[in-house]
């Protein structure tokens, strides 16, 4: 009886997740959370958890670290404006009396800047447990980093895999290391592309104009391929690696970059506790499932990475070797 059950929830779950509304809106949250019963975070310890954020200043990123501070953890925030990051940790220590909050200051597109700020968390942290790479959003206008890397790539694979490397001796000192990138739903539009990655700022096409959403996909692929990568390649394997989707989440960002679907969705979208839901799952949870490493994640389970088939065959592993190098390659431009 019980093992009906649990199938009957297992295809209630997987009709959700065909239809790409029923699945990323507030739909597939509470109808998710009831249907298999979700253990709630308040009895879970994140006490003493050394937890690096990147894009804490706002929206998923904020609320992580605020849930995070009130239940105790050592967090390391990154923002890339010192006087708002400033200000979000003053008004965190205010609000939660955790006083084990440190911030430090980098455009994740800018690898100079995470360098820098690398040395000197190594300088102050002899481990780390958790590292969120959290921080993105959608550029509309084509530019470059310092280094000549197109923006998007720069602040969300480039920066972020940097970033990673430089962090794997903390890591390692953790007994149960992990890293998580906040990816997106966005990205199953889109095939992993390396040259398109490379192009400075239009995609494939140059005769269709640069669109910020379509890069912001392309990348957003990037980044679920490479964390499964760096699950393949780890020499460390104690060092997990999940790539997760949030839902649809009412933020600043959100609003600003897509307006348009905020306002038409707008009783369809998450809140901010729905959308840090998973993240919240992965950083806590001991369960066995939790052993797997590089898979996409979405409402506390491991998800298909493609929904079409010219996405996954596009995926071969010559195009994975590629992705590799081409992150190695600019990560050291
Ligand atoms: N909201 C959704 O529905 C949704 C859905 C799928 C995935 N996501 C993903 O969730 C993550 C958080 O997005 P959000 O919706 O919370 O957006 P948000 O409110 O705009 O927050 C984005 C955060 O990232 C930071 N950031 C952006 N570019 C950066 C850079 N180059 N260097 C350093 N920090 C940078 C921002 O800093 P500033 O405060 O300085 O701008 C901000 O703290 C993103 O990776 C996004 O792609 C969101």
Redesign the pocket.
């Known amino acids: 009886m019980i093992e009906l059950n649990s199938r009957l929830r297992n295809l209630f779950d997987a009709l959700l997740e065909f239809f790409v509304i029923t699945s990323f809106s507030n739909i597939g949250y509470i109808v998710r959370h009831r249907l298999f019963k979700w253990s709630e975070f308040a009895n879970k310890s994140f006490d003493g958890k050394c937890i690096l954020i990147?894009?804490?200043?706002?929206?998923?990123?904020?609320r992580l670290a605020e849930y995070l501070a009130s239940k105790d953890a050592k967090l390391i925030l990154?923002?890339?404006?010192s006087k708002?990051t400033n200000s979000v940790v003053d008004d965190l220590i205010e609000k939660t009396n955790n006083t084990d909050i440190s911030f430090f200051i980098?455009?994740?597109?800018n690898l100079e800047d995470v360098r820098r700020m690398a040395t000197k968390i190594k300088n102050q942290y002899n481990s780390l447990d958790i590292l969120v790479h959290?921080?993105?959003?959608v550029v509309n206008i084509p530019s470059t980093s310092p280094q000549g890397i197109e923006t998007t790539v720069a602040?969300?694979l480039i920066?972020p895999f940097l970033l990673t490397n430089l962090m794997l001796g903390l890591l390692k000192n953790s007994n149960d290391p992990r890293v998580i990138t906040?990816?997106?739903?966005?990205m199953y539009t889109e095939p992993l592309n390396v040259n398109s990655l490379n192009e400075q700022s239009s995609l494939s096409d140059k005769n269709q104009p640069y669109n910020g959403l379509k890069r912001?996909a392309v990348v957003?692929r990037a980044q679920v391929s490479i964390n499964s990568i760096w699950a393949e390649r780890i020499i460390d394997e104690r060092i997990k690696f999940y790539c997760m989707?949030?839902?649809?989440?009412t933020?600043?960002?959100?609003e600003?970059h897509m307006p348009t679907f905020s306002r038409y969705l707008r009783l369809l979208l998450r809140n901010l506790d729905q959308?840090i839901d998973t993240l919240l799952w992965l950083i806590s949870s001991s369960e066995s499932s939790l052993t797997s490493s590089g898979d996409f994640w979405h409402d506390r389970k491991i998800r298909t990475s493609h929904r079409l088939k010219s996405t996954k065959v596009a995926e071969t592993n010559d195009e994975r070797t590629k992705l590799w190098n081409f992150c190695v390659e600019k990560m050291n431009y």
């Open positions: 990147t894009g804490s200043t706002s929206g998923i990123g904020l990154i923002g890339r404006d708002k980098a455009d994740m597109g959290n921080a993105g959003s602040s969300q920066g906040v990816s997106s739903g966005g912001y957003k989707h949030p839902g649809w989440v933020t600043p960002g959100l600003l959308g």
